[in-house]
């Protein structure tokens, strides 16, 4: 599976960004899609997850109530609408893809495949 990012950039606080990440391959539908940051000088930080089913997501306390993720599985693509931004969610995003399995999945190790990142920059 090939993900690719798109749709960061500069915004100020309190503003939104919606990122996108494009799948290819034929069973987009079947993986666990994830999204995850990484600021200068951490590591690779959790923020949502969805599941093969369009109901079920998870996420990052941080982000709950401002972060909602989504995925299209016609456009194989995954979304992360981005409102009320602050400048600790400046980070690269990454999207990232698995297999159902046991795994809790807010682990970067958890994850199979990976996208190359997109730049978010939130100003204050």
């Known amino acids: 599976v090939r993900l690719v990012e798109s749709g960061g950039g500069l915004v100020q606080t309190g503003g939104s960004l919606r990122l996108s990440c494009a799948a290819s391959?034929?069973?987009?539908?079947?993986?666990?899609m994830g999204w995850f940051r990484q600021a200068p000088g951490k590591e690779r930080e959790f923020v949502a997850q969805?599941?093969?089913?369009?109901?079920?997501?998870f996420y990052v306390d941080s982000v709950k109530g401002r972060f909602a993720i989504s995925r299209d599985n016609a456009k194989n693509t995954v979304y992360l609408q981005m409102n009320s931004l602050k400048p600790g969610d400046t980070a690269v995003y990454y999207c990232?893809?698995?297999?159902?399995?046991?795994?809790?999945?807010?682990?970067?190790?958890?994850?199979?495949?990976w996208g190359q990142g997109t730049r978010v920059t939130v100003s204050s």
């Open positions: 990232a893809a698995r297999s159902p399995s046991l795994r809790a999945g807010i682990s970067p190790g958890d994850y199979d495949y």
């Open positions: 391959g034929p069973t987009f539908s079947n993986y666990v």
């Open positions: 969805i599941g093969t089913s369009y109901s079920v997501t």
